[in-house]
């Protein structure tokens, strides 16, 4: 090998170290950058966490409302069954004594038409 030859060589391997040097610099800068991202991620899932632990429970809480209200509305049905009950039993007294009060006028008008 001559001198120009091992010059040469030597310049290469020189240069290609530098690329190396220059190249790793840049994987450890986006290294970093990755590593920023990922601990942002990661704030950002514990946020979503905490928001998803606060929604559960209120979804549970709405459910637990949701089946006191079912319950209400099953005694609300019942005590209007109740009161159509009554009502209609007050109406069917009402009716009759309503017959028997214009009988009773009818019959004394009767009377007095006849006396």
């Known amino acids: 090998m001559t001198e120009e030859d091992v010059e040469r060589t030597i310049r290469f391997l020189v240069e290609q170290q530098a690329q190396f040097i220059t190249d790793l610099q840049k994987l450890l800068d986006?290294?970093?950058?990755?590593?920023e991202a990922a601990l942002a991620s990661t704030g950002q899932i514990d946020?979503?966490?905490?928001?998803?632990?606060?929604?559960?429970d209120a979804v549970a809480r709405t459910d637990s409302r949701?089946?006191?209200?079912?319950?209400a509305e099953a005694r609300v049905d019942a005590r209007?069954?109740?009161?159509?009950?009554t009502v209609a039993g007050?109406?069917?007294r009402l009716h009759s004594l309503i017959?028997?009060?214009?009988?009773y006028i009818s019959e004394g008008r009767a009377h007095l038409t006849q006396g």
């Open 90 to 92: 007050i109406v069917e």
């Open 80 to 85: 209007v069954s109740t009161l159509t009950q």
């Open 99 to 103: 017959l028997i009060v214009g009988k």
């Open 47 to 56: 946020r979503l966490v905490d928001m998803m632990e606060r929604l559960t």
């Open 66 to 71: 949701m089946a006191e209200l079912v319950e």
């Open 30 to 35: 986006n290294q970093v950058r990755l590593m």
